[in-house]
């Protein structure tokens, strides 16, 4: 085994792109003594159209990307890598703690009053087996109505939060949902959350945009207390590293994490 389970080592966290910063912030907010690693696979991005076993692979080589820089935990902050990849990472590195992400069904389902849940998600996540065992567990009595979000990662990854671009294509992929009736959307992508004002202006107010990225910081911090991981006394840093080419890489990651992020290359 590669890895070295101590409070001290760093979580590793990875997404197709720059859309696990979402979480990553929430994970910075729970868990501040803690060193994070973070890869953006945005060389690679999007992972939503991906094969399974394509995304089953790279994940293997992110995780051991990760490992061999000492991460004691990892984050798959990606619903779509989770759906396609957590068993096997699970079944490939068993003691280590492993967290990853699914679509909030079960809080919409307890949320809405029209009884109607959307759920935006990548065309990955909403084909995939775990997605479908999610709906057979939380999803029976309500109508839950999907929507693949095509366009939107990209639109993040390249940058473009507000343009009249984005917004059309938002609402192209809010107003179905919302004339089925939904009342609760759930993002079911990391990325969505960066668009979540142009997502809400869509929806109009009284409809409740929810993200798991609150909720996932916490079951990580469990996991690891859990673990006897827990890292404290210590002000926690984070290390990037992101695949994008050189003109991109460190641009659009700082243009969310902030301007003195470094940001690494990944090569391989
Ligand atoms: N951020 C991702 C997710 O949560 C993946 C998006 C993609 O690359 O298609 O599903």
């Given at each position: 085994m590669t890895h070295s389970l101590s409070p001290d080592a760093p979580i590793g966290v990875f997404d197709s792109?720059?859309?696990?910063l979402s979480v990553l912030r929430h994970a910075r907010a729970a868990l501040p003594a803690e060193d994070f690693l973070y890869v953006a696979d945005s060389g690679f991005a999007p992972y939503g159209e991906r094969s399974t076993d394509w995304i089953r692979a790279r994940s293997a080589v992110l995780g051991e990307f990760l490992l061999d820089h000492g991460a004691k935990a990892l984050l798959i902050a990606c619903n779509t890598a989770t759906a396609a990849a957590a068993q096997a990472l699970r079944e490939r590195w068993p003691a280590l703690p492993i967290i990853g992400m699914e679509p909030a069904v079960k809080p919409a389902v307890a949320a809405t009053k029209t009884g109607t849940v959307g759920v935006l998600a990548t065309t990955g996540t909403l084909a995939s087996s775990r997605f479908a065992a999610l709906l057979d567990t939380f999803g029976r009595d309500i109508h839950v109505v999907t929507r693949p979000g095509s366009g939107l990662v990209e639109a993040v990854e390249r940058g473009d939060f507000d343009s009249p671009d984005t917004r059309a294509l938002v609402a192209s992929h809010v107003e179905p949902l919302i004339a089925e009736g939904a009342d609760v959307i759930v993002l079911g992508c990391t990325h969505y959350p960066f668009l979540r004002p142009l997502i809400e202006q869509a929806a109009g107010p009284a409809v409740r945009v929810i993200d798991t990225g609150d909720a996932v910081a916490r079951q990580l911090a469990r996991a690891l207390g859990r673990a006897g991981l827990l890292r404290s006394g210590h002000h926690g840093g984070e290390r990037f590293w992101s695949?994008?080419?050189?003109?991109q890489r460190s641009a659009a990651l700082q243009r969310l994490w902030g301007q003195d992020a470094t940001v690494e290359p990944l090569t391989g």
């Open positions: 792109g720059l859309g696990g695949s994008a080419p050189p003109p």
